[in-house]
């Protein structure tokens, strides 16, 4: 793969087709990935981008993976839960670079792109599978199996017999890849890296134990032991969850500390010998009443001690954190109270995963333990108690209060029991639990693209010195994200990488209709409505100073317009009124439903600069998203205006005469770098040089054309006898202010009766 990128790098340009079903395109995976041979393999004509001294887009300064953690131990995992994983392999960042310009007539660019492979161990055991894929928390792979954004991730279970990942073994060497046997992993094979900031995105992984379901703890308790090379001996009644995660380094007691709360476990000495605590419900161990109270010698022993701490120590509330399944594992919380206020509080967060309902039962459950545990006792038994143990639960005759062990000692032949009391079986009960209403980013695919290349006037900002484009990108669904955006001057016979496009822009199209209007003044009564793109994006109303300021600036057809009231009507459509029209000198005209509409917002558009020479010229856009195949993708084609450099039209076109019969045509420069209207302050010329082609007709028959060096033009009175002038009913005068770099601008155009003509 890397010597197919260095000829791809070196090499000619390539057809669409072959750079779609080339090997490179292939090797870097799905759509995008014939996307990058296109990049890396094509180029836009020289004559469109020129060359001279070239300039580096974005580059990364280092490409080292810093994302794994060498010596950090790895779970075992049970059930179903979400963990990160650890990093254990990598090739490192690659970087490619694709050219694109060059030639005698401007610069040429690089851009820069990244890809990383790389393998994240997720479990020290083997594992059923996997399911959703989270990066950066967002949906990478979801329930289905179906990836939202480019990736070729291959899984492995962690069984004994699985084979090195072939990726490993092409960068390792055959022999000396790692199979990773007993441990469960997953490889990213060229994960392209521009949807995370060119870097290895934070990956967490929904991981399937087991059987994916409930797993008894004491499943959870024997699988550790037997792993440790212990023996496990439980008895009682085990507690369910949906998932945990053993991740702690030492013993099996050490690893299993997290579920002594929740499954009550009791430890004998050493990691041999496991005891489960018997809670309700599990066999009781019967004592015959005569056996209370034994003693060595005569001396009478009372039958059973009993103990109560204070009521001060009691826990009056127990809140309980774990990982809730129906919330994307985010961490939940379950209370159960004795009292409110809460003097004493105890808190557990766990590395399980329950259901809200379950974990307010296990609450409520461990609060009546604790409660209970204030009553204990001391009771001494013959020897034939001897073989209780630490946990083991006895009753002193039929339908007494159950005990638990907490201490048995066998002094002589008398065994000696601390005990604790158990709740009742009333405190089993358990409220309703609500697990709140969870914020969960929905798998939401990027759906197709729409691109909209946008000539502009020059915007706010400094004045471009090149035949600005604006390109604006979204995605009819709401998980768009970003979309790389080439450009063809040849027919789409290559094309080259020119920029990649996202946020998404706001955009639509028409709903209704507008009628054209004055653009000196508010439009209070018009309205149009708008249907946005999907109905994730919004309009909202702005004030008519915040307006002024410049919010709310929208392109409709080809006008520049700005409005205040935006009221939402349904997802995704809007109302739209409080007109400011034909802005930055763009032709006011009237609008019909379908026409394009598209909110210029410079956070959501990316500007695009080809040379000056390549106005005039069409090119061929598409932009391509995550998931897109290039060949696909419906392409636009635009023709490079050069508005953002063309000087806007004069206005308030005057024609007075003289006393001596001259005819003076006279107006008022507009500048494109002089938008607001400031007092006493004349705008700035904003070209090299002030410069205006003026045009005159006399009844339709053209008279004069000339250009000058001032905002007016005076036509003698001998011309005008000349031409018939006196004779002449109407006066009619075009004015444009010219430009070194594209020429005329726009035109100005007015007519005079010639009989009205004021004296100057």
């Known amino acids: 793969m890397v010597a197919g990128l260095g000829l791809a790098l070196a090499g000619s340009a390539l057809s669409m087709a072959t750079l779609l079903l080339g090997t490179v395109g292939r090797a870097l995976g799905g759509p995008l990935g014939g996307l990058a041979g296109t990049l ?121 017999d699985q084979l090195p990942d072939p990726l490993i073994v092409a960068a390792e060497g055959i022999g000396l890849a790692p199979a990773y046997r007993g441990l469960a992993y997953l ?14 995105p934070n990956l967490t992984f929904e991981v399937i134990g087991d059987s994916g379901g409930s797993i008894d703890i004491g499943v959870i308790a024997a699988d550790l032991c037997e792993a440790a090379g212990n023996v496990v001996i439980g008895s009682g009644s085990f507690t369910a969850v949906q998932g945990f995660v053993a991740s702690r380094v030492g013993t099996v ?34 004592l015959d009443a005569d056996a209370l109270g034994a003693a ?12 109560r701490a204070a009521a001060t120590t009691i826990v009056d509330s127990l809140a309980l954190g774990f990982s809730d399944p129906s919330r994307d594992y985010q961490f939940g919380l379950q209370r159960a109270a004795r009292r409110i206020p809460a003097i004493n509080v105890t808190e557990h967060d766990l590395p399980v995963a329950l259901d809200p309902i379950a974990a307010k039962r296990l609450a409520e459950k461990l609060l009546a333990l604790a409660i209970a545990r204030r009553s204990t006792a001391e009771l001494q038994l013959p020897w034939r108690y001897a073989d209780l143990h630490v946990g083991d639960v006895v009753q002193a005759g039929v339908g007494g209060s159950s005990w638990r062990v907490r201490k048995s000692t066998l002094v002589g032949m008398i065994v000696e029991l601390e005990v604790e009391a158990l709740p009742g079986a009333a405190a089993a009960g358990s409220r309703a639990a609500d697990g709140g209403r969870p914020l969960i980013a929905a798998a939401v695919p990027a759906g197709p693209t729409v691109l909209h290349v946008l000539d502009l006037p020059s915007l706010p900002g400094a004045l471009p010195a090149t035949p600005r484009l604006w390109l604006a990108a979204a995605g009819a669904s709401a998980g768009w994200q970003r979309a790389d955006v080439l450009v063809s001057n040849d027919a789409g016979n290559s094309y080259g990488l020119v920029a990649s496009a996202g946020p998404p822009a706001t955009m639509g199209q028409t709903g209704s209709s507008l009628a054209a209007s004055a653009s000196d003044r508010w439009n209070r009564s018009d309205t149009l409505d708008v249907v946005l793109l999907n109905p994730s994006m919004w309009l909202e109303s702005r004030s008519e100073l915040a307006v002024l300021a410049g919010a709310n600036l929208a392109l409709i057809g080809d006008e520049l317009v700005q409005f205040t009231t935006a009221v939402a009507l349904s997802a995704g459509r809007f109302r739209l009124g409080g007109w400011l029209r034909g802005r930055r000198g763009s032709v006011v005209t009237g609008h019909v439903a379908a026409e394009r509409f598209v909110m210029i917002d410079s956070s959501q558009l990316v500007p695009f600069d080809p040379p000056i020479e390549a106005i005039g010229s069409s090119l061929r856009c598409k932009a391509v998203g995550a998931m897109e195949d290039a060949a696909s993708v419906v392409w636009s084609d635009i023709v490079i205006g050069g508005n953002a450099l063309r000087p806007l039209a004069p206005v308030h076109l005057r024609a007075t005469k003289t006393a001596n019969g001259d005819v003076i045509v006279s107006w008022t420069r507009c500048s494109r770098s002089g938008f607001a209207w400031l007092d006493s302050v004349e705008v700035p010329i904003a070209e090299e040089r002030e410069t205006y082609r003026i045009d005159l007709w006399l009844d339709g028959r053209h008279v004069i054309g000339t250009d000058v060096t001032a905002a007016s033009l005076t036509y003698p009175s001998t011309a005008f006898a000349a031409d018939g002038g006196p004779a002449a009913t109407v006066l009619m005068a075009q004015v444009s202010q010219a430009s070194a770099v594209v020429g005329p601008g726009r035109v100005a155009a007015a007519s005079f009766l010639l009989g009205g003509l004021s004296l100057n």
Do not use: C
Not at 64 to 91: C, E, K
């Open 187 to 200: 490889v990213f094979d060229s994960l392209p890296l521009a949807d995370y900031a060119n870097r290895i």
């Open 296 to 307: 060595l010698t005569g001396k009478p022993v009372a039958a059973r001690t009993d103990h």
């Open 40 to 160: 890396i393999g094509g180029g836009v004509d020289r004559a469109i981008f020129g060359s001279g001294a070239a300039r580096d887009g974005p580059r990364l300064a280092n490409l080292a993976v810093q994302s794994s953690a060498y010596g950090q131990a790895l779970p075992r995992l049970y059930g179903r839960m979400r963990v990160a994983g650890n990093v254990i392999w990598s090739s490192g960042i690659r970087e490619s670079v694709q050219h694109s310009g060059g030639g005698k007539r401007g610069p040429s660019t690089n851009a820069y792109s990244y890809t990383a492979s790389f393998a994240v161990a997720v479990s020290a055991r083997q594992v059923n599978g996997f399911g959703r894929i989270w990066a950066d928390g967002k949906l990478l792979r979801d329930a289905s199996g179906t990836y939202l954004f480019p990736a070729t991730v291959r899984s492995y279970a962690g069984s004994e």
């Open 253 to 286: 007691r050490a690893q299993l500390e997290p579920l002594v709360a929740i499954a009550d476990l009791v430890f004998t000495q050493g990691d041999a010998t496991l005891a489960i605590a018997a809670g309700p419900g599990s066999a009781v161990r019967l």
